[in-house]
């Protein structure tokens, strides 16, 4: 599938922080590299909406769908990286080289069992492995280009599950 590409070449994203109802957060690691690990995240696909990816990418990625979690809140705004020079590609013939990524972050609560997570519900799985970390541990773990985005959105999520913590104690 090809994503959406702005004017300026970013292309149009959404992130995925999963959290889990002690407040752990979802941490997957890429197929093929043992190294790679992330948040789900994904392109969105022309004419749809940014909740509508969240939720394809959800179950694309982690298996999941929207009756397993609760949507706490997303980011006021978009939040970009560019890519490193060795990753900039074209994502199809005719459109504008893909620069980086613009993304709208969404954080959800897991409202069911784990073991909902399928990891393998896609016939291209992204992720081979996951577990639960503390909220703060991908800033530190996250490919470096990515690192500016991850802390401003879990900056700006941080209240929501603070708040959501509170309701539910």
Not at 17 to 44: E, H, I, K, T
Not at 67 to 91: C, I, K
Request: proline share 6%; net charge positive.
């Amino acid at each position: 599938m090809t994503g959406v590409i702005d004017e300026k070449g970013f292309r149009l994203n959404v992130g995925i922080v999963l959290a889990s109802p002690a407040g752990r957060v979802f941490w997957g690691r890429r197929v093929g590299n043992r190294d790679a690990w992330q948040f789900p995240q994904g392109g969105m696909m022309p004419g749809e909406s940014p909740e509508q990816a969240l939720f394809r990418e959800l179950e694309e990625e982690v298996g999941l769908v929207e009756d397993d979690v609760d949507l706490l809140g997303q980011t006021h705004g978009w939040l970009s990286y560019r890519l490193p020079r060795r990753f900039l590609r074209r994502v199809q013939p005719g459109q504008p080289r893909c620069i980086g990524q613009r993304q709208k972050w969404f954080l959800l609560r897991l409202a069911g069992d784990e073991t909902r997570i399928d990891l393998e519900r896609s016939e291209h799985p992204e992720f081979q492995d996951w577990r639960w970390v503390h909220y703060w541990y991908p800033v530190r773990k996250v490919v470096h280009f990515k690192r500016g985005v991850y802390v401003r959105a879990l900056r700006e999520l941080a209240p929501l599950l603070r708040q959501e913590a509170r309701t539910n104690a």
